[in-house]
């Protein structure tokens, strides 16, 4: 189990698949600990099923979340999705602010229409209210009706590309936060990474051989056990001692094409170490940047061959690293 902590908020259909009744054993079978805040109880979901009863819990929000913050509980993660009123996009509001953990990530489903119209408890006041929410975000999940009520965008049955690209544009506008590109990508953490259990190396689209050592420095820290296995190269993790002298308690194996990776979340210290290769030595300045304390790495030759003027990138990234000796060839 992750030491991550995810709060989901929406309602609970006793009958139908839809809501808490999902996304509960979705998130715990993830291994996040997953705590609940339900919006309102229904007796059945609202789509096939009629005569329905629902219990509304607007009135228990605020005192749930206050006994969370005298107990000083936090949260990495929050994921909303059907609120049943303004007031309780409000409640909301007030729980991001003041129950995440560092820069806690927000997922805001905006669960007010579909197929074109809004669903019967909502009008357009609900919409003005969910953009404001929708601006804190940091990923919302409309559908296509939903999208066009928060940009003002006519709603259309069939659309193609332009008409999504179209909608992204004005959620952008609107204060959204949009990742998008053809030949880049926007990567982002929000709180600890957690162990994968085994990766193997293998042609696309499984995990590139040349990858295989950085992915195994960004996971030195995680939460949970992760083996690497290449099976392209012997040897492939060099970088093992370097690893090891940083305070990491890996182990290599089958003739060192596999990296052991506890997940104890032990932390890195600086240490002085040395590239033996290039990806290996990319790798050691990857550990170097997650540790604690100063680091020195030697051989940047290697490193160079692939990655040149790597330090002058990181530094544009916000990392503290500096070449202390100008480029050449490896020894």
């Not at 989901?8 to 600990?33: H, M, R």
């Not at 936060?177 to 259990?197: E, K």
Request: glycine fraction near 12%.
């Amino acid at each position: 189990m992750s030491d991550l902590r995810i709060l989901t908020v929406q309602d609970i259909s006793c009958v139908g698949q839809c809501s808490l009744t999902v996304a509960l054993p979705i998130l715990s079978a993830c291994g996040i600990e997953t705590a609940i805040l339900p919006s309102a109880v229904l007796s059945t979901h609202t789509a096939g099923f009629s005569g329905y009863t629902v219990r509304d819990l607007t009135d228990d929000m605020p005192a749930i979340a206050a006994h969370w913050k005298k107990e000083g509980l936090a949260f990495d993660a929050f994921y909303t999705g059907y609120l049943g009123s303004a007031r309780q996009i409000d409640y909301v509001q007030d729980i991001f602010a003041t129950l995440g953990r560092g820069r806690a990530l927000k997922i805001v489903d905006p669960a007010m229409a579909d197929q074109g119209k809004l669903y019967p408890a909502f009008d357009l006041a609900y919409v003005e209210a969910m953009k404001p929410l929708c601006r804190a975000a940091d990923v919302i999940v409309p559908n296509i009706t939903e999208a066009a009520l928060l940009t003002g965008l006519p709603y259309r049955e069939a659309y193609d590309e332009s008409y999504v690209a179209a909608l992204l544009d004005a959620l952008e506008a609107a204060g959204c936060q949009v990742l998008r590109g053809t030949d880049s990508a926007t990567v982002g953490c929000a709180g600890r990474l957690r162990g994968v259990g085994r990766l193997v190396t293998g042609g696309y689209p499984g995990l590139a051989t040349d990858a295989a050592p950085l992915v195994a420095a960004a996971l030195l820290t995680a939460s949970g056990q992760t083996v690497v296995e290449d099976r392209v190269f012997e040897a492939r993790f060099g970088c093992a001692e370097g690893f090891a002298a940083m305070g990491a308690r890996v182990r290599t194996g089958a003739a060192g094409r596999e990296l052991w990776l506890p997940g104890d979340g032990r932390p890195l210290h600086g240490a002085a170490v040395e590239a033996g290769d290039l990806r290996g030595g990319a790798a050691l300045v990857v550990a170097a940047l997650a540790a604690r304390g100063q680091s020195r790495i030697a051989g940047c030759g290697y490193i160079d061959r692939g990655y040149p003027a790597l330090e002058a990138m990181l530094a544009r990234l916000g990392a503290r690293i500096r070449r202390e000796m100008p480029p050449g060839p490896a020894d």
